[in-house]
Nanobody, 124 residues
Framework: VQLQASGGGLVQAGGSLRLSCAASGGTFSEYTISWFRQAPGKEREFVAASRWTSGNSYYADSVKGRFTISRDYAKNTVYLQMNSLQPEDTAVYYC??????????????????WGQGTQVTVSS
């Protein structure tokens, strides 16, 4: 499966952005699709996941209540709605696809397919 991330940009603190991850070349409904982010000088970290087996969503504590992950099966696209953005949310955001078990859903090794990343910059 191939992934194309888009929607990043520059926003002021408190603002919102919606990222999109368009999937092709695979059966979209059979993959967990997740978002990770990587800030300069930091490791890539889990943000949110939409699990294919249950349809449940999972979030990092740092974004819970502010970010929402959703799927549009007709468009083979996963969205990440990001509200109340803060400067610490500044990072390159990557979408990933895989079939992780619950113990690996928040880890990089749970995913074998990655998009190219989209830059999100939040100014204070």
């Amino acid at each position: 499966v191939q992934l194309q991330a888009s929607g990043g940009g520059l926003v002021q603190a408190g603002g919102s952005l919606r990222l999109s991850c368009a999937a092709s070349g695979g059966t979209f409904s059979e993959y967990t699709i997740s978002w990770f982010r990587q800030a300069p000088g930091k490791e890539r970290e889990f943000v949110a996941a939409s699990r294919w087996t249950s349809g449940n969503s999972y979030y990092a504590d740092s974004v819970k209540g502010r970010f929402t992950i959703s799927r549009d099966y007709a468009k083979n696209t996963v969205y990440l709605q990001m509200n109340s953005l803060q400067p610490e949310d500044t990072a390159v955001y990557y979408c990933a696809a895989g079939r992780p078990i619950m113990s690996t859903i928040r880890t990089l090794r749970g995913y074998g397919h990655w998009g190219q990343g989209t830059q999100v910059t939040v100014s204070s």
